[in-house]
């Protein structure tokens, strides 16, 4: 099995910066992508960002420009720089990584256990 533990939630003040980290561990034989999904209260679960392993990323529109997501393989390690904040970035931030085993070699996705940030003056 692999575990993800995330860190770097918090509270932030509008046009302010927060970054998120999420350390993958466990039985990994090979990760393939990893990212952040986020929920928001009465909204459905949307893609944030994620990032392959040799380095191309996808962002959501909204977050184009202002949350750079950046892995450090070595570490198997994914982060999320959070600038120029806005209220509407208000969510539970789930990372995942799609990731195979050393008993299971198809990938499949595991997730961490979500945290909270929230934008606000």
């Known amino acids: 099995q692999v575990q993800l533990v995330e860190s770097g939630g918090g509270l932030a003040q509008p046009g302010g910066s927060l970054r998120l980290s999420c350390a993958a561990s466990?039985?990994?034989?090979?990760?393939?992508?990893m990212g952040w999904y986020r929920q928001a209260p009465g909204k459905q679960r949307e893609l944030v960002a994620d990032?392959?392993?040799?380095?191309?990323?996808n962002y959501a529109d909204s977050v184009k420009g202002r949350f750079p997501i950046s892995r450090d393989n070595a570490k198997n390690t994914v982060y999320l720089q959070m600038n120029s904040l806005k209220p509407e970035d208000t969510a539970v931030y789930f990372c995942?990584?799609?990731?195979?085993?050393?008993?299971?070699?198809?990938?499949?996705?595991?997730w961490g256990q979500g945290t909270q940030v929230t934008v606000s003056s």
């Open positions: 466990g039985s990994i034989f090979r990760i393939y992508a």
């Open positions: 995942y990584a799609q990731s195979s085993t050393t008993t299971q070699l198809t990938p499949r996705n595991y």
């Open positions: 990032i392959t392993s040799s380095g191309n990323t």
